[in-house]
């Protein structure tokens, strides 16, 4: 996520914004449980999974929101 933004960008936003560093912290973990579900690490039910996909994402599309009200806020 935010792969195009600068890591020193994205840190800042983390150390100024409480909920977005919670938000991006959750959508790692979530990220890492998907994955290690997907490769077979994790055992997981398929509902469970779907909601962990649907949480990471939702939680994605906040950040993505909460950067672009940062960025149009700067310029």
Known sequence: MFENQQRDDVEALMKAD???????QRHRQLDSKVHDA????LPID???????KREKL????????????????IH
């Open 18 to 24: 409480a909920e977005f560093r919670r938000l991006y």
């Open 38 to 41: 997907d490769i077979g690490v």
């Open 46 to 52: 398929a509902t469970t999974l779907s909601s962990m």
């Open 58 to 73: 939702q939680a994605r599309e906040r950040l993505e929101r909460m950067w672009t009200d940062r960025v149009h806020l």
